[in-house]
């Protein structure tokens, strides 16, 4: 199974920016499809973000246009760029993946907190 590994979490005043990274230890070309999702403290995990591997994304609601989700085929990346971050952005967020092109099963990665603070 790929294993994901989340980074670029951290402090961040409200209003700022952060870029998150989600490593996998194969191709993400084989990996379809790829989603952040995150989960604030005593609430349930949702998604943030989704793209497939031809390129279609899929934004929560009312988050796009704030999030930017693109696939770095290079480096096996699947980035997250956060703009504009509120108080309530804050939370741990998850990469996960579904791989053998999207017919094998679901890998998570540890997580990586996000904090906005005002």
């Known amino acids: 199974q790929v294993q994901l590994v989340e980074s670029g979490g951290g402090l961040v005043q409200a209003g700022g920016s952060l870029r998150l990274s989600c490593a996998a230890s194969?191709?993400?070309?084989?990996?379809?499809?790829v989603g952040w999702y995150r989960q604030g403290l005593g609430k349930e995990r949702e998604l943030v973000a989704s793209?497939?591997?031809?390129?279609?994304?899929n934004y929560g609601e009312s988050l796009k246009g704030r999030f930017t989700i693109a696939r770095d085929n290079a480096r096996n990346t699947v980035i997250l760029q956060m703009i504009d971050l509120k108080l309530e952005d804050t939370a741990v967020y998850y990469c996960k993946a579904r791989d053998k092109y999207g017919f094998g099963t679901d890998a998570w990665g540890q997580g990586t907190q996000v904090t906005v603070s005002s």
């Open positions: 793209i497939t591997a031809g390129g279609n994304t």
């Open positions: 194969e191709s993400i070309t084989t990996l379809n499809p």
